[in-house]
Structure formats: structure tokens, C-alpha cells
């Protein structure tokens, strides 16, 4: 599967394969830039539930996930999206209402976690948390965590430096390894073996993509097999790592994509204004998710008008005088 | 000449930041104070964000951490592991202040941005540490954004996220982190700082027209007042830089 | 110092200001390519001894330091040039006549304890070597080790997996990090602040880079202030790591630099027949490095005839067709 | 047909490598190898070195894994730090059969390329493990090269810089590597299995004109001989494709 030359597929198929009722899933992106949204949707309209969901600081596409009711659980760092929800909306309710679990690590702690699935290693040291609540306060209680083989049986570990003292440290925070049965990351472009290349911040999804057991990676554009062999330095996922490509313009709609689009500040302040009442929530749901065939259908539902806004500027990447108060 | 608290909190902060720092920045006021500094008095500092963007050219006010306005004119486009390791490598660490805020803070500086009431089953759910932590555990210096309000100045944190003195002078080094830790506490009625020696809040001064008497009504702890002093408010050319450089939209202001 | 606007300075300047008797230096590269190695003549031509070297894969460099006597002690995971010199001739020689002290790691070994020097953390974890006499046998013994400050106590240690068998490691190996009191590399493109973009691989310079208190960068193009501004994502290190940038074109030379020049078939060919004769070597030494001014000497010596012929095709990176037998 | 050992040895190990492998190479025949297998009759496996260099395009023989040779035309051109995360991380590594190569080997596969004497002070110093120690350590299928003389399967290793089976059939387990190990071992004589229950090495074949016994004569220690074949000469088209395609300037053979 992994070193198969041509892994384009459809999103419906990508989803159907590799995401199951109550697996452990991840997803690419930071607060409300290059969510898999496309993804996420297809997950919802095709009514997965009880997942385990590893995220570090993300924002819109946790929060939806959340709010179709298909997460169980959730090991996460940050549950926002930016000056649109400080807290997450969503996110805080089911937390508030006992119907989601919550493991909560810091940004660094997740991406090390990432980074420790992607090198194959248990675990990887770290100098931060010690002395909070982090190390003291376990979500998943330890019981939970033996039980469930998925599952290392400590949050983390707090160590002595055995190295006596060595770069100044006595101890260290061991962080467990992540490796999600699969991760959905959305990039602007790809070729049909998988080899990816973003632009702009790579925030964590390098690390989560190499971490999982499978890969789909969702495209802008998806390029002629050489296209990305010239300057290869610029790709930082190599096919061996993709199990599937998803051609996907505007698949991180309503979050942002350096140099293609911008958030949609429209799109997510409406949202909040929806997720804040249970009914305009499932109303949105209808009509903007459950209802629609695919993103295509989304950004018809959106009109051409408000894609057209956030189309990036090509000097700086994003849609500059955008409205965004 | 007029202002809002909020100008004012993020010219007291723009204040701090000098020529030789990098500026870790959250959201909201906190890059507003550090774009501030650096249209202000402070032309080299360096504006750094989680995500991994250093350095942008911010021409227009960023939404998030990660919105596409910081990773625009860089220096370098990284990622959440080069972020985190650069302020937890004492060689560049020591060259970072952090700028934080929080939902609850204790007189040792110690912050909650994770639940109020029981973890487990919490009466609110915040975002959460994201890089908050590992910025508080890491940096040497960092200031503190607060709303000056009684439930939010605490005795007891309902959940430490992120570490300040922890419990008073060795509490950092006796947990294993580095020497440090929050320098200052901002908010919409004064500043406060850390005893050299307690490691505990005192108030460092007051806004204009603000008395020690009505900072302490806001807390549910007692601090030191004995060293307040009134703090100048903002001169015209600082707001004049503040609202038509950094912030013309008001987007945060 | 690692915030300034300026850090161009002359390689003379950065070697006397950053390279002491008895440093611990790292140099970029591998093998027979992007070697620092007009630094490391500088170094050589300052006649800077008793250094102890980190590096990983080196080759050219590291022979060449320790033929002219600078090295006392090396930490290092292979020394060799290619099919120049399948074991680093001076390198051998120094070792099989104990006037260099070795402690041997493996590759990856190198290059985690470089990172966990960038990262800050103690030591980073591996699976690598378990059961080995890399384990088993100290080249420093641990008496000189609790004795040196600047060295961990232990060379490595085997822990048992503290997370029970997570990730189906029982057991894990703990290197030290390293933090060599400054790194060398030589990068494609810099601009005056010290803003780094490589081409073709970058090896583990990065995390050599910024595991050094100091860094000094050379580099084939000086490019202007806003010229790597663009595309970022491509710059691997920026600015806040750099302590000071030297202009030398050819500053890899003999070894190749990626879409400059390739390495250079006689000289090297020419260097290995020197290295194994005391004689020619002391001669190669004086003609070669001591009695010439810099990098520019040395080109001058060689001829642009050679040099022309391993300038790099535009299309590949490296000169086609070059008589490499 | 005349062919050269060296040739000979290029296409026994080109044979054992699949569609479906990534092959970690190293210099010299061993990225010959892999050359061969992908002109020959493995078009899709995918050759990747230590430095970082991923599905070159060897449009010539690099002469070092670092040879900007092998940065051209790639799918990624990354570190060392990625290069061994994809061979220890168990979903990309098991796809990944190691090439290696070393001064000393023992009955159990395991490897000595760093010295020949005592390890403080040698007779004879080699290059040392560089990524040796951790291919032989992470992939669970290894082909080794070796050249049939006494001095080189030896009863004990001088030093061991790569894992092989290390004592025995637990002994990956007990030490804590993976599973796996070498398989293959492949001289300018013959070809050596090792033992599914003993993990010791065994004849699997000799090449065209050599017998068991003269193979047991250049090694200090004894293997089973019972399971030899003659192993087939290099075939006309292997031979044409070897020179003619992978190393017209031979620069290796």
C-alpha cells in the first residue's frame, strides 16, 4: 500500500477504508489554518463514532468533530480557534457535560508525543510541566489506561536526569508515544504517489502524519509525478509514509491555507453563533454538513461571492483587507 | 489625551520589551504589545510564535497563532518543534521573554487556563495550556496578562497549567525546572511584580486614578502595597503608534 | 551577539573569535560533501590544538583537522571519504597510534545527541545498538569523564522502557546530549543576519547548528536582506541561532556543494595518496593550507581548469560526466 | 557468459530484492545491488540512503551515500534524523530490507566494522559503525556483503558495532532489539542463510565452480553445508543490464 504509485482516490473511499467507529484518529492543522476540513465533514456525513481523537492546539476541526457527536475521547493541548473562540464551543460543552473524555498535555507534549510515534521510540524527555497539574491530574484514570491496550499505562512519567545533572537538568518529563491508526492532513500540493509539500508553517503535521499507521493526505493541487522532484528539500512527506491522496480544492475550508485561501471569518462567526444553542447546532449540521454530498457542495451552499474574498493575495499568502471585525 | 484599559495594558507591556528580545507571543494584546515595542522603541526585537513563525512581517493583525499573517516575510517557517525547542535550549531560551495570560493566577504567578471547579467534571472548561506551559516552563522571563477580578486573582488555583514560582523560592528548582519564571503581571488596574526573595506578588503600581485599596478589593490574596507607585499612562506617541501601526482595524483594541 | 542586524565578518576573524586550544567543535556535512572545509584550513592555519571534535559521518574535514595535529579527542560515528578512502587515512593512523582519544557511536546516535543539545533536553532515546559493544565499550573511561566537566559521566545508558513495554520496546538506549562550544557549517545561501536556506540534503547540520553555543556560518551566496524572506519554509535555520556569517565562495571545496560544484575527483584521489606517507603529507600540509592566504589561495593553486570542470549542471546539481575513476 | 565475482555478488543480492522493499544502501556494490534489482526486475522498489536521500534518480554511480549524486530527482531530500526514524518507526521500517557490509563477521551474523585488535588499542582502525549499527538494530531484514577469507568469519568478533542475531535465537529479544536480523550473507564464494531455530549461519549455495568444503575453508568457524545449491551464474540479460545500464563507467564493478 505505502510504496504504491498511484493512491488517488476519493474522499468517501479514503474515509470508508481507514476510519472506523472508535478509533484513534488525528488530524493536521493549528487553531483555524489548513484543518483537513473536507475530511472532517466526510467523517460526520458518514456517522463515525467513539473516536479517540490526538490533536495538539486545534481549533474548528476538533470542534466540529465534537459537536456531530463522533469523539469519545480526546488527548489535546489547546481546544481554540483564535479571536472566533477562545475556548472552543463545542469542545467546552461536551467537556462541561461529562460526554467526552479529556486527557490534556501541553503543545510541546503532544508534538514530542507525535514525534516519539513518528522515530519509533516510547517515549521522549522534556523539560516542561513539572511541577503542574499536568503531571498531577490525569484524565484517563489509571485503571482506564490498563485496560485499554491502545492505551500506555501512565500519562507520563517524571524522571530523574540519569545523567546526573547533565545540560543542567535533574529531571525530565517522559511524554508517551502516539501512533494513531490514521492521520488526515491537508497540504497544498501533492503528486499520486503521496509525496507532499507544504508551504508556510508545517505546525505539527509531519510528525503526526509519520506517527500513523495510515496516512491520507488531503491536496490543494494535485501536481504531474516530477513536479515535486525538483528542489525535493521543499517536500516534507515522502509517499512511503501515504497510504491515500484526495484531490481536494478548498479542503481546508472554512480554516485557511497559506498562499490558496484565508479562513472565512463569515463562515466562523456564524458557526459560533450556531455551536453557542443546541438547535441552531443540529440546524447547522443539516445544512452545512449532513446534507451536502462533499466540499464541492459546501462552497456552492457558500457562494462563489464569499470564496472569491479570501482568495489569497499572491504576494503575502493570505487575502489581505480582508474583512475580518 | 484619551485611552482604553486595554491600550493601556498593552503599552505597559510594550514597555517591557526591550531591543535584545525575543518575543514569544500568544494571540490578542500580547503580539499587540510586542508589535507595539517594536514600532515604538524597540526595532530589533524579534516576534516569535508557537507555530514556528519567526520574525514576520506582521502588516496586518494575526487572528491566531496560526493564522497566515504570521508566517508571511519570515525568517523561518517551522513548526511547533523548532518553536518549543528554541525557548527550551538555554541558548536561545535565555534570550526569550514570554508573554502569557490565564484564567486564574496565585500570588506565586502560577496560571490556570485548563477548568474552573473540579477537573473532572469542571463548571467551565477553558482551551487549555497549549503552548502556555512549555513557554512558563522554559523561558526565563516572562509577563502575565490579567483581568484584575477577584475569581480570577486566586488563594488556590482550581488547576495549575502552567508554572510560576510554583510554591515560593526554590519552588522551580525543586521540581527540576530552570531559574526564572513570571517577571510581571498586567492588568486593566496595575502592575505587579515578584519579591526577590518570596517570590510572591507585590503591587509595582497603579493605573491613574487607581488606588493600592481598590487593586486589593480584586484579589482574594494580599499583596505587598508598600512599593506602588503610579504608572504613567500612555504618551500621545505611543497610542497615536499603537492605533494607526498596530492595530488600525481595531481588530483587538 | 545572536540578534544582530550584521554578522558577516571574515573567517579569520569568526576562527580567532570562536575557536580556542581545546574547544569543542562540531563541523556540518558528510563524508564528501558541504564539509566546512575553508574553515577548517583556517583553523588548521591557525594551528588551534588539542580540540575535541563532534561530528557524525565526516570525512574530508576531520581528516584533514586531525593530519595537521588540531584534534585531541573525537567523538564520531564514521570516518570516512566514500570510495576516496573507505576508513579517513589520518584518522586511522591517529588511532592506531593513540594520539587521538575516540569514543565511537553510531550515526543516528550522533545526530540525536545533536538534537537533544538543540532541544534542550539531557539525552534522547533510541533502540539503536542495544546488545553492542558500542554499549559495552567506552573509548573515554569514566574517570576521565566525572573528571571533565564539559563531558557526561556515562557515555550512554540502557534503561528498561519505563511505559511497560509501549511501542514493544522493552528497553531503550539514553544518549547524552551534546553542546559543542561552536558548529561550522558551510550552507548554499545566507543572508547578513544569518538566515540559512541548504539545497539537496542537509544532513544534521540543522541540529549541529543549533546545538553550539556559537555558530558560524559560511556560505557560496550572500544574498540580500529580504531575498529569503520569500518561501521561508525553506530556510532551515534562521538568524537567532547564528553568531556570525562569512562569505566564501567555494568553501567546500574539495568537497561538493549541491548545485555549486561537485567534489573534486584529483584532489581527493591526490589527498589519499599524501595521507599515507608522513613525508607527503607534512608537504601537502605546507603547499595546500599553510602557506596560503585562505580558500581563494587554494583555488588558485588548483587551477580554474579544475575547478571549471566540477561546476555543477544545472539540471542535476552536480557535474555530469565528471571523470570520477 | 565471463563475469567477474564482483558481479556475480552484485545479482545474488539483486535477486533478493523485491517490488515491494525499500532498500537502505550503502556505497560501493551494495547501491549496485539495488540498482540492478530496479533495472532488472524490480522497477517499484525504492532506494534510500542514511543521509536523507529518498528514490534518487541515479542517473550516475554516487561514490559516497552523501555523493550529491543521490540528492538529484528525489522524493524527499531530508536529514540522517529522518532517514533512521523511517527504519526504527515499525510501520515504514518493516518495509525496509538494510545492505550492509563489514570487516568481521560471526557465526550469528553480527558484525565488526569498526576495529581488529583491542578496541583501546588497535592494529587496525576502520570507519566505524556510521548507520551500521542502527539499520542492523531497526529493520527486521538485512542482506550482508562479505569477502570469504578467514580473518573474516571469525569464531569471535573483535568488536561488535552491528547487532546480528547477537547469541542466538533470543537473542534480539533478551538484549531488546526487534525482531528480525540478517538473512542473508553473500561472499564472493558462496551464499549463507541463517537457521530459523539456531539463528546460526548455514550454506544455502555456492557459487558456479566452488564447493561446501572450499568454503568452510576460508572461515574460522564450521556451518551446516547440507542445504547447499549451486547458485545460478548471472544470466545474460542480468549481466547486460548491470554494465551496460548501472555502471558503464565501472566505477564499482
Redesign the interface.
Known sequence: M??A?DKVTSLKKAVTSFVRNGCHLSIG??????NPMAAVYEIIRQNITGLHLYV??N?QGVDELIGAGCVAKIE?????????A???IR??KA??E?TIQ?E??????M??RF????????????????????I??W?FPAAMRCAEEKL???KL???D????G???????V?V??I?PDVTFIHVQKADR?G?CR??????????QA?A??HLVVTCEELVDD?A??????????????VDAVVHIPYGAYPT?C?NHY??DPVYLKAYAIAAKNDRLFKAYLDSHILTLADQQGLLDLVGSERIERIK?DPR???A??LD?? | MDYTLREMMTLVAAREIRNEDIVFCGTGISMLAAMAAKNIHAPKCVMFFETGAIDAKLEEIPLAVADSRVMYHTSANGGLLDAFATMQNRITGDLVIGILGAAQIDKFGNLNSTVIGDYFSPTTRFSGSGGGCDVASFVSRSIIFMQHEKRKFVQKLDYMTSPGHLDGPDGRAKAGLSAGGPQLVITNMAMMRFDEDTKEMYLDGCYPGISPATVLEHMQFTVDISRAREIPPPAAHELKILREKCDPQRLIL
Not at chain 1, 76 to 84: C, D, L, P, Q
Not at chain 1, 120 to 134: N, Y
Not at chain 1, 198 to 207: I, K, N, S
Not at chain 1, 228 to 241: D, T, Y
Open positions: 505505502k510504496l504509485n492543522g493549528f487553531t483555524i489554518n489548513r495538539h492546539s481549533g489535546i493541548a489547546y481546544g481554540g480557534s483564535g479571536k472566533f477562545a475556548t472552543c469542545f467546552k467537556v462541561q461529562g479529556v490534556d498535555y501541553s503543545n510541546y507534549q508534538t514530542l514525534l516519539a510515534g513518528a522515530m519509533g521510540v516510547p517515549f521522549l524527555p522534556t523539560r516542561s510541566s513539572l511541577g503542574t497539574d499536568i498531577a491530574k484524565g500506555p499505562d501512565q512519567i517524571v524522571m536526569n540519569p545523567f546526573n547533565w545540560s543542567g537538568a535533574d529531571k525530565v517522559l508517551p508515544a501512533t504517489r509525496n507544504m508551504q508556510g508553517l508545517t505546525f505539527a503535521d509531519v510528525e509519520k500513523a499507521r516530477d515535486l522532484r525538483k528542489n525535493s528539500e521543499q517536500n516534507q512527506i515522502p509517499f512511503i509514509h485557511a497559506y484565508d479562513y489569497a503575502t499568502g493570505y489581505a483587507d475580518r471585525r
